[in-house]
């Protein structure tokens, strides 16, 4: 079972310090220290290493899990990115851009170089890359394997409407392949998928909509741009009591009918197959995970 909890994953522009403590007090599973899209012009990348740094060694960020997300290849950024900020408190780095699964084994064996250097664990850094173009949709399943690094991808999808030149329709229509694709894609490879943000930060009505979605579409999690949302993301993302409680008792029952040599077990008039028995273990492992990280 995944030892990850990524039902949050939040954008914090790096080099603003007052969003970085705002936070540090959010209870996101995750913070995306960002480097690259939010944080202009240039010379303000180095400032949002600097801050990460700095906030790290004053003992921030110490109940979440640290993602700086990085430059791309191309961009002449990446190398400061990932020399500078493979140091503790950091658990790993969400790659944007990723076209295919050659970007990700370039990264992993630079990471790789790195650990070697510093005399850290090789494999210690783990990434998610962000897939937000035609392309990296249509290679997402190559993308996860790309590298034993990758726990998790997550959909990026105004750039993706971009590439795709369509139209991001209020239905959501145009997102509806893409993301069945990406959660499909992640779970053949066993890593986690992740949604898209959600654009109308203000809109809470929407974003429940979106949730039930995401779902349904089999995501674990999704990505956050205000901490007003995680709420709502948490809800959604977590087994309820009575959820937690069902898994349970189906689990006794299924273990009581094998006991009494029955070839099945019986809850509220349903069969017990072994694929609800999977499932049931699942919500036993995310629930007592959630419970873990809450203590």
């Given at each position: ?34 480097i690259e899209d939010s944080v202009q012009p240039q010379q303000n990348k180095q400032v949002a290493r600097d801050l990460i740094i700095k906030s790290l060694q004053e003992g921030k960020f110490k109940n979440h899990k640290v993602f700086p997300r990085i430059n791309d290849r191309e961009s002449g950024h990446l190398l400061k990115d990932i020399s500078q900020l493979s140091i503790e408190g950091v658990d790993g780095f969400m790659y944007p851009k990723a076209e295919c699964g050659n970007d990700i084994y370039f990264i992993d064996k630079l ?185």
């Amino acid at each position: 079972m995944n030892k990850y909890m990524l039902r949050s994953l939040m954008f914090v522009p790096a080099h603003n310090e007052r969003l970085m403590d705002s936070a540090d007090r959010s209870n996101a599973d995750v913070l995306l220290l960002d480097i690259e899209d939010s944080v202009q012009p240039q010379q303000n990348k180095q400032v949002a290493r600097d801050l990460i740094i700095k906030s790290l060694q004053e003992g921030k960020f110490k109940n979440h899990k640290v993602f700086p997300r990085i430059n791309d290849r191309e961009s002449g950024h990446l190398l400061k990115d990932i020399s500078q900020l493979s140091i503790e408190g950091v658990d790993g780095f969400m790659y944007p851009k990723a076209e295919c699964g050659n970007d990700i084994y370039f990264i992993d064996k630079l990471l790789e170089t790195i650990e070697y250097e510093k005399g850290i664990p090789v494999g210690t850094f783990k990434l998610i890359p962000l897939i937000e173009t035609t392309s990296a949709v249509l290679n997402a399943q190559d993308i996860c394997k790309a590298s034993k690094r990758v726990i998790a991808i997550a959909f990026g999808c105004e750039d993706y409407i971009t590439d795709l030149e369509g139209i991001h329709d209020l239905e959501g229509d145009s997102l509806f392949t893409a993301r069945a694709m990406i959660a499909m894609a992640a779970r053949a490879e066993r890593v986690i998928p992740i949604d898209t943000v959600h654009i109308k930060v203000h809109d809470y009505e929407d974003l429940e909509k979106n949730l039930k979605i995401a779902k349904k579409f089999g995501f674990e999690g999704m990505l956050v741009l205000h901490p007003k949302e995680l709420e709502l993301v948490h809800k959604y993302f977590s087994p309820t009591e009575q959820e937690y409680d069902d898994a349970v008792e189906m689990i006794r029952l299924s273990e009581i009918a094998k006991k009494e040599g029955k070839g099945v077990a019986i809850m509220n008039g349903k069969f017990i197959g072994p694929p609800m028995i999977k499932t049931s273990r699942k919500i036993i492992s995310k629930y007592q995970l959630i419970n873990e990280s809450s203590n």
